[in-house]
């Protein structure tokens, strides 16, 4: 695993490889299966986004700010799929502080999508997406604020996660915008993301945000039958703007579905148009304030040769994020300011509300929604990155869920060009189980989610 791992270097996928402890953890998942021990995933190597804590492995998330942080704790995410027996072998690379759409950000440089290396991955987890679509590893973690798990899941033929907001731990997550942040599973199949989310779901009360409910059998839950299922369209996600292939891909998953006993409703959500700049003032707003704590003094990054305090923090802070992190933090602090706070971050928390109630009414008529993950396929490197309004409408999908703080899954529907498309489904509030048993069952029918890239 490790030797395929470095044999593929060339994708940029990986920040830091964790050899021996991956070694050391190895060895203990083969004892204890000597001693006798079934857990499903003891001894499977998972790649963790360079974004959650692990104790005494770097941890920079793709960052210079933290080039050289080797944390003295686990993530909670970590410590339970640990505990789960998995064994740990790299830390993957992201966009810089989990902020774009195409991993390009990275102080680490960008990562290569395994299907045509001169495309994106998609981001922030791309480096997770690529890692397992190139079948480096079978399964790996993510993080999505507004889509980055979904959108490289798409975009690298994976299947990925975003469970609801406070179904797993953000203890040990490197914060971007805490109220919208989750952590979920990546990997071939929705079946692996079943064993994935139940290693890492559940109550911690060093998260104050986590919540203390019953996580149910997502496994066992992969097998009901989709008879009578009602899959909500949504008008909005097969409109303009959206590939016409990409939305051929998907009208063909949804007879799949019909086939499979469901039935399609239309529904709308009418304010969803609002989502991509209610949540470029609140996720900024939010990640302004969680980055204040990057100041040079308590860890990471501290710029050489400085005047006095003020000139120490100035050099830190400009020296040690990129400007897409810099861009975030100023439309954040502008938001924020007095005499702007009431126009634009109240406002975009109304807006919120708003998008978040028309899922409420869209799922009086249907149990999931089915749609486009991405407007489009993976697009080539170095074309949207200078351009950030068109970078940020990538997730114009994706980023509503996690305004609405719900759950949903990308799974890979089919290919244009011979590049992997995703689709889309959003579930209720907790109700990821459907959503995992929903894509098994398509993954049943299909095998999308089984081609590999060509050399991997
Ligand atoms: N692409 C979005 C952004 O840049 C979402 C990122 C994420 O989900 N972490 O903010």
Redesign the pocket.
């Known amino acids: 695993m490790v030797g395929r791992i470095k044999a593929n270097g060339a994708l940029n996928a990986f920040i830091t490889v964790a050899e021996d402890l991956a070694l050391e953890q190895a060895k203990a998942a083969d004892e204890a299966r000597a001693a006798g021990a079934a857990r499903p995933l003891l001894g499977v190597p998972i790649a963790h986004k360079d974004i959650f804590c692990t104790a005494g492995v770097r941890t920079t998330c793709a960052s210079r700010m933290l080039a050289d942080f080797v944390p003295p704790y686990d993530a909670t995410v970590v410590e339970k799929m640990r505990a789960a027996g998995c064994v740990t072998v790299a830390k993957t690379n992201m ?1 810089e502080f ?4 195409s991993n390009e950000t990275s102080y680490f440089g960008a990562v290569r999508n395994p299907w045509n290396q001169d495309r994106v991955p998609g ?2 987890s791309g480096g997770s997406a690529a890692a397992v679509a190139a079948r480096l590893v079978p399964g790996a973690t993510g ?6 798990i979904r ?1 490289p899941a798409a975009l690298c033929g994976v299947t990925g996660l975003k469970p609801s907001y406070g179904r797993v731990s953000r203890f040990g997550l490197i914060a ?1 915008a805490s109220s919208l942040d989750q952590a979920g599973p990546m990997a071939q199949t929705a079946e692996d993301c079943a064993h994935l989310l139940a290693a890492m779901a559940g109550f911690d009360d060093r998260d104050a945000t986590s919540l203390d409910v019953a996580v149910p059998d997502f496994v066992a839950g992969l097998r009901g039958d989709l008879k009578g299922l009602r899959i909500g369209i949504v008008k909005e996600h097969f409109a303009e703007g959206v590939e016409p292939r990409v939305l051929a891909v998907l009208r063909d998953a949804l007879r799949e579905y019909e086939g499979l006993g469901a039935r399609l409703v239309d529904v709308s959500l009418p304010n969803s148009g609002h989502a991509v700049p209610c949540y470029y003032v609140l ?1 900024p707003a939010e990640a302004s304030s969680n980055l204040a704590r990057y100041d040079g003094v308590r860890y990471g990054y501290r710029a050489e040769g400085y005047r006095d305090l003020e000139d120490m923090y100035k050099k830190t802070r400009g020296e040690g994020f990129g400007p897409e992190v810099k861009r975030r933090i100023m439309i954040g602090t502008y938001a924020l300011s007095a005499g702007y706070y009431d126009a634009y971050y109240v406002k975009a928390l109304k807006l919120r509300r708003l998008i978040a109630d028309d899922f409420t009414r869209a799922f009086e008529h249907c149990d999931v929604l089915a749609g486009p993950t991405s407007p489009s396929p993976a697009f080539a490197l170095g074309v949207k990155n200078t351009n950030p309004v068109s970078m ?1 409408l ?2 114009i999908f994706t980023i509503p869920i996690n305004l609405a703080g719900l759950p949903a899954l990308s799974l890979p529907a089919g290919f244009v060009d011979g590049l992997p498309i995703g689709m889309q489904l959003i579930g209720r509030y907790l109700d990821e189980g459907r959503l995992l048993n929903v894509a098994h069952k398509f993954q049943e029918v299909t095998d999308w989610h089984a081609r590999v890239p060509a050399g991997f």
Do not use: H, W
């Open positions: 966009d989990a902020m774009g759409s981001g922030s993080t999505d604020t507004g889509g980055s959108q971007f996720a940020y990538n997730d």
